[in-house]
């Protein structure tokens, strides 16, 4: 193996599903350890190989790779029931899953948490976000609060007083805020326990076992979820997931420290997609978005939704790269574009008749931005078989440079297709 990177991140820099499943399964091939630092089952994450098409939400994409160990750390929020039936389909699959660690510091989604996701959607009413109604925002608040139950807390001997007290609370939020269904105390221990009972011998200290894994200059590779758009912090709040999504917090949800973060990977889709609501300045909606949408499968692999379509927007682009600390970028689905007589790049905003380069705070602003764009020449030819970027059209090479020249990063590579073998690399590294 000749990677000189020991601890790598793959983030996406966008507003998620832009390929990371495909990309972190492609670097697990040379991986010993794969870790989800953040987020649940909220993710979907897609996987190609050998014909046959596989989906993960919880556990990490390098599950395929018999060799790597795959950890869900401590950042993460795992709805036990999902864990179980994900491991058994995989299972299904003919893959093992005793490769597969779970951290005892993750806080477990419970029905409660997915129940009240769906009520405050409802509450919301046209300020409704399009939560994947997954409990991310409740488990992440309850963790916040305090009120949150890990999954180290199920052995300790008052484990189901505090089990008790928890669904009284939320069975008070579910009933008196939001009239919505109770829960039966003993029903959701039983239910717990027999999750539990499956999962018990891939829990770990997985701080310890990747900073061990680490220590022993093992490729350790971590794997975000959602993308820098949708951070808690930096992203088109409020219209966010509930974690820190981006690189900056691979080692707190993974439970190393970050001196020993080496590398960021931004993966970046050809055009923009985005699932839930916000602003969204280069969004589509005619013809050449239907196009792209069939042409990327653009559904929401959760929810069946589809997606909405927008123009590579570089403003968003640089803006992730900042906050997110993104060194080098991996180019994804770049094939859809195959039809496109011309291609737009968002290169500014504009806002109130001045001209921006850089995301505003508020998502009222960001709505009211019109996108400023360069045009460029489609190849409109099939690169589906490219496997270097010299084969690649002259214009698709155009389009990716001036890509590189705005937003100030280099590719890592690119893909023109579901399969591992259309990921092609344009540095050596990790060959
Ligand atoms: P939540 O994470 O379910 O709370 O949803 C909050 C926002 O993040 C919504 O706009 C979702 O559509 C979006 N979101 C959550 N997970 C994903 C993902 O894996 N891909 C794309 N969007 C996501």
């Known amino acids: 193996m000749k990677n000189n990177f020991k601890s790598l991140v793959v983030v996406g820099s966008q507003w998620g599903d832009e390929g990371k499943g495909k990309i972190t399964d492609y670097f697990a091939q040379k991986a010993e350890m794969v870790v989800r630092f953040a987020g649940g089952d909220n993710a979907g994450h897609m996987i190609e190989f050998g ?20 950890v869900i750390g401590n950042g993460t929020v795992v709805n036990l029931t999902n864990l179980v039936a994900e491991m058994k389909k995989i299972n299904e699959a003919g893959v093992d899953t005793s490769n597969l660690f779970v951290s005892d510091r993750a806080h477990i989604i419970f029905d409660w ?19 994947t109604k997954r409990g991310i925002g409740p488990t992440y608040a309850d963790k916040a609060s305090r009120y949150g139950i890990r999954i180290c807390d199920i052995e300790q001997p008052e484990f189901k007083d505090i089990l008790k007290e928890n669904v009284d609370y939320h069975n008070q939020i579910i009933t008196q805020l939001y009239n919505g269904t109770p829960y039966v105390f003993e029903e959701v221990y039983a239910k717990l326990m027999d999750n539990y009972n499956v999962i018990k011998n891939n829990i770990v200290d997985s701080g310890e076992m990747v900073a061990e894994a680490i220590e022993e200059n093992q490729f350790v590779l971590f794997e975000g979820a959602q993308g820098v758009l949708l951070d808690i912090d930096h992203g088109t709040y409020p219209y966010v997931t509930s974690s820190t999504c981006s690189a900056n917090n691979a080692s707190t949800g993974a439970g190393i420290h970050a001196k020993h973060i080496q590398k960021v990977v931004g993966i970046a889709k ?26 990327g499968r653009e559904y929401g692999s959760n929810s069946g939704k589809p997606r909405r379509i927008g123009y590579f927007d570089a403003v968003a682009m640089k803006y992730a790269i900042r906050v997110g600390g993104i060194d080098e970028l991996f180019l ?14 968002c290169t500014a905003y504009e806002l109130d008749g001045k001209c921006i380069k850089t995301m505003p705070a508020n998502d009222n602003d960001l709505k009211r931005c019109k996108p400023v764009y360069e045009t460029l020449p489609g190849w409109e030819q099939d690169i589906t078989k490219v496997t270097s970027f010299a084969e690649l059209p002259i214009n698709a090479q155009n389009y990716m440079n001036r890509i ?28």
């Open 51 to 70: 014909g046959a098409r596989h989906k993960v939400t919880i556990v990490p994409s390098g599950i395929f790779n018999r060799h790597v160990k795959n």
């Open 113 to 131: 948490h997915c129940q009240i996701d769906a009520l405050q959607e409802e509450s919301r009413k046209e300020r409704i976000i399009g939560t």
């Open 270 to 295: 050809a055009y923009q997609t985005r699932v839930g609501f916000g602003g969204m300045p280069t969004e589509i909606i005619d013809e050449t978005a239907h196009r792209i949408r069939e042409r």
């Open 332 to 345: 994804t689905l770049l094939d859809v574009l195959d039809t496109e007589k011309e291609i737009k790049i």
């Open 404 to 431: 590189k020249e705005i937003v100030g990063a280099e590719f890592l590579g690119f893909s023109v297709g579901p399969d591992r073998k259309q990921t092609i690399m344009l540095k050596g590294e990790f060959e």
